[in-house]
């Protein structure tokens, strides 16, 4: 097909349209003036029980309230038994005896502090817990106390606690393990007590920071007269710890000279942590 063009061979020109985007029409929005008056009333609705579904729901709660208050007073949930845990068979023995009077007891009228508080008043109880166990079970959990020491006074012997407690009479030559804290004749001990800081108190608590990774064991634990802790160890090393501050960063400080021990060394002071001092001439110590 040939194209058209002027009659000296020229071609013509060809407009040619050319397809793009529409332009879209825009929306128009126009501000109405409001209508005053013509809002509808919102009503509140309430809601009302009927009478008849009142009386119903306070006759099932009085029933349920006359049911649990029925519950307390008989036997239906009667403390029949007592179960123990977390403790070795001598103390879950005393922690079952310190319980016998709740026998018979309904679980529902339980006082739990009062049952805490009872269990936890035996020396040798840390802390303890409860669980009622329907429908005649009383659930008891012991933390037993953690013995440190054995307290000497004379011929007499007692294991205490990490709290200082006194936990037991024990005969003598007991717990070779543990060290020794040794008080004068004239103190009073009695199980269950807290020992009083200057007699075997300090030392308790010093000796329960005393980790198991410790490299030397001690054989005694005592207070100076001037307030100063000492530990003596077995190897006849007499440790000086000073005032009963920072213990467990003297003992770190502790735990590392020990294995720098110039020879012939008798002592070893860490009462001020930044200047540990080894020797070989001791003062006397106050407990021993």
Do not use: C, N
């Not at 071609?11 to 040619?16: I, L, N, Q, S, Y």
């Not at 920072?246 to 003992?251: I, Q």
């Amino acid at each position: 097909m040939g194209r058209s063009g002027s009659g000296d061979g020229e071609p013509w020109p060809v407009a040619v349209k050319r397809r793009g985007r529409q332009p879209r029409a825009r929306a128009a929005a126009v501000a109405l003036p409001p209508v005053r008056g013509a809002a509808p009333a919102i009503r509140r609705l309430r809601f009302r029980p009927a009478p008849r579904s009142l009386v119903v729901g306070l006759a099932i709660l009085a029933a349920a309230a006359g049911a649990y208050a029925a519950a307390r007073e008989s036997s239906v949930f009667a403390v029949r038994s007592i179960a123990v845990s977390g403790a070795p068979p001598a103390l879950q023995a005393q922690v079952r005896k310190a319980l016998t009077p709740l026998l018979g007891t309904s679980l529902l009228a339980l006082d739990g502090s009062a049952v805490e508080r009872r269990v936890e008043a035996l020396p040798a109880v840390l802390s303890a817990g409860y669980d009622r166990s329907f429908p005649h079970t009383l659930r008891i959990v012991v933390v037993p106390e953690r013995p440190v020491a054995v307290l000497r006074r004379g011929t007499d012997s007692w294991l205490v606690s990490a709290r200082g407690r006194v936990v037991s009479r024990v005969p003598r030559g007991s717990d070779p393990a543990l060290p020794r804290i040794w008080v004068p004749t004239a103190v009073q001990v009695l199980a269950g007590d807290f020992l009083d800081a200057t007699h075997g108190g300090t030392a308790a608590l010093a000796l329960a920071l005393v980790a198991d990774r410790f490299p030397a064991r001690i054989a005694t634990a005592s207070v100076a007269g001037g307030g100063d802790l000492i530990f003596r160890l077995r190897s006849g090393l007499e440790l000086r710890l000073g005032d009963a501050t920072d213990v467990r960063l003297k003992l770190a400080i502790a735990r590392r000279a020990l294995f720098d021990l110039p020879p012939g060394a008798t002592y070893l002071d860490v009462s001020v942590p930044r200047r540990p001092v080894a020797g070989t001439d001791p003062q006397v110590s106050g407990g021993g």
